[in-house]
């Protein structure tokens, strides 16, 4: 209300300021005094000055010219060695009646969330390379350190887990689609290295590498394993394999960040239709004019092989008063084609091959292991994904994630990422005595809390300014700089009135239109 009172006030005073103005200026024109063409075109100037910084947004102007990835630049250095160290939480699915479901006694698995085990990631990016067509290509690379502190008393490297053993599920899903004679040439190799359908090791090396047989053997047998150990978290570790190019949003703001090629193509392989496009961002920062809470942004995980979409769910103020759009995985994201259509092109074959609603198959992405996606504890998923596995209680509060994200700068000031990492059964018939699981069911492995909670001065200090500082500079400069053009015009009345009062006729003649 008051914002359409002050635009109304303003189109009336830069309405007056023209009349005021024109009719000035042909007084100008007409009288050849030195000190009335100095006034004149002072008042010429400082018109033209209020009426460009009300009508233009000087600030979004200066963030389109400052925006944007370029070599030497203090928004480089953040960029490729980002002094944010996100909050990883994991937490593992203990399997504590193992023993009691291979003898047969307990006829359903049981779970217990064991964590969080809490680490710092370091990222950087690596093998920068700008392109002449405004884009630049990288690889990310992690390292992560230990948190005792919010590890509340768990120590990974003594706590020891029964976890069901991924290498050996992850053969029999390949099996599956494998002739007969590999099947049993394959049950004698495992049966030779001892593999079993649990594993028992240490919470550490669950996350970050164990030695495997199977695994091991799959490594030397040529397969193009880029780990020696296999652990769920190993392959973060390091540079990771793939290039990301994404656009430098110089002079294009609209494309901040948006990855564009991913390894150097310009759509995915693994789905078909609109689920191979490559869009978004990595999530770090978003093309500004994106922000609008109409449109859906995406993020592109380069680790699912897909986009992510995020809707704007509300507005939140956070850090002592800045005002962010708060963003949210829809819920439907991981729902079946039956409810959610646009998901029909992420199924595999055909539209029966598509898993219950709340599962994301990711398999074709990871090296053929059954790797199914989902929320924590299977929250927002089909209630029958609850009858595999007792343990699991999916909580909004616990298992929701959101991202915060500045309108005007487009970078992300804080969230939370919750997902979880499953294992799809998959089992030949004639393999049937390496493991217990039932074929089709999805066992529940670990889940992350990824948040960024603490920003760096720096980032923080430009973002007050933004917010308060040079918006408030802003305004008291429209209404100075009115105010001083209201002055010179009372100025330049006055000594129209002064130097013409005798002839005020003539200055009718001026004035009336021919
Ligand atoms: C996991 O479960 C086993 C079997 O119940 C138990 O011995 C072990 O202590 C549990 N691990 C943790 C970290 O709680
Ligand atoms: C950035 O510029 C420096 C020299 O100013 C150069 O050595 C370096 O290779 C450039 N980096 C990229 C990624 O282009
Ligand atoms: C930009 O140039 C790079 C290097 O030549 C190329 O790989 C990439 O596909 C180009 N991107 C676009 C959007 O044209």
């Not at 075109?41 to 209020?50: D, M, N, Q, R, Y």
Request: glycine content about 6%; hydrophobic content about 40%; proline content about 6%.
């Amino acid at each position: 209300m008051s914002m359409d009172k002050t635009i109304g006030s303003t189109v009336k005073h830069q309405q007056q300021l023209k009349i005021g103005y024109k009719k000035q200026m042909k007084t100008c024109l007409r009288s050849p005094s030195w000190g009335l063409v100095l006034l004149c075109a002072t008042f010429a100037f400082t018109v033209t000055i209020t009426v460009v910084v009300w009508t233009t947004d000087l600030i979004k102007i200066a963030l389109n010219e400052n925006m944007g990835i370029e070599n030497n630049t203090a928004g480089y250095d953040i960029w490729s060695n980002p002094p944010i160290y996100p909050i990883v939480q994991v937490y593992l699915f203990n399997y504590t009646n193992a023993d009691a479901f291979a003898k047969g006694i307990d006829k359903k698995l049981r779970v217990q969330e064991v964590g969080p085990y809490v680490y710092r990631e370091y990222t950087e990016k690596v093998n920068i390379v700008f392109h002449d067509n405004g884009t630049v290509s990288y690889q990310g690379k992690s390292s992560f350190s230990f948190v005792p502190e919010l590890s509340v008393g768990h120590q990974p490297r003594h706590e020891r887990v029964i976890m069901p053993n991924i290498p050996l599920l992850s053969a029999l899903s390949v099996m599956k689609d494998n002739f007969l004679l590999a099947q049993i040439a394959f049950l004698a190799v495992a049966r030779g290295l001892e593999a079993e359908q649990f594993v028992r090791v240490t919470a550490h090396d669950f996350m970050w590498g164990y030695d495997d047989p199977l695994f091991s053997a799959a490594a030397t047998m040529g397969h193009a394993m880029p780990y020696k150990k296999f652990g769920i978290l190993a392959s973060r570790v390091g540079v990771r394999k793939d290039t990301v190019t994404m656009y430098t949003g110089k002079r294009n703001l609209q494309k901040l960040g948006m990855v564009t090629r991913f390894n150097g193509q310009e759509r995915l392989r693994h789905w078909s239709g609109e689920c191979n496009r490559i869009d978004g961002t990595d999530g770090t920062m978003f093309p500004p004019n994106l922000l609008d809470r109409n449109t859906t942004i995406y993020i592109f995980q380069g680790n699912m092989c897909r986009r992510l979409p995020l809707q704007y769910t509300e507005d939140a103020v956070i850090l002592g008063g800045i005002p962010v759009l708060r963003y949210r995985v829809p819920r439907n994201t991981f729902d079946n084609p039956d409810v959610n259509p646009e998901n029909a092109c992420f199924c595999h074959q055909d539209v029966e091959s598509c898993l219950p609603s709340g599962l994301f198959n990711a398999s074709p992405c990871t090296f053929g292991a059954p790797v199914v996606m989902s929320f924590p504890h299977f929250y927002l998923g089909d209630p029958a994904l609850q009858e595999i596995v007792d343990g699991l209680n999916p909580d909004p509060e616990k298992h929701d994630g959101y991202i915060d994200i500045h309108q005007e700068l487009g970078v992300s000031l804080g969230g939370r990422s919750r997902l979880q990492f499953n294992m799809m059964v998959r089992k030949p018939s004639a393999l049937n005595q390496l493991a217990d699981f039932a074929d089709g069911s999805v066992l529940p492995i670990a889940w992350f809390d990824t948040s960024v909670e603490d920003l760096p001065k720096e980032i923080l200090s430009v973002v007050y300014h933004v917010t308060f500082t040079t918006r408030r500079v802003e305004k008291i400069m429209q209404y100075v700089l009115l105010a001083v053009s209201c002055a010179l015009l009372y100025v330049l009345v006055r000594r129209f009135r002064n130097s013409r009062s005798p002839a005020s006729n003539s200055d009718a003649g001026i004035v009336a239109p021919i």
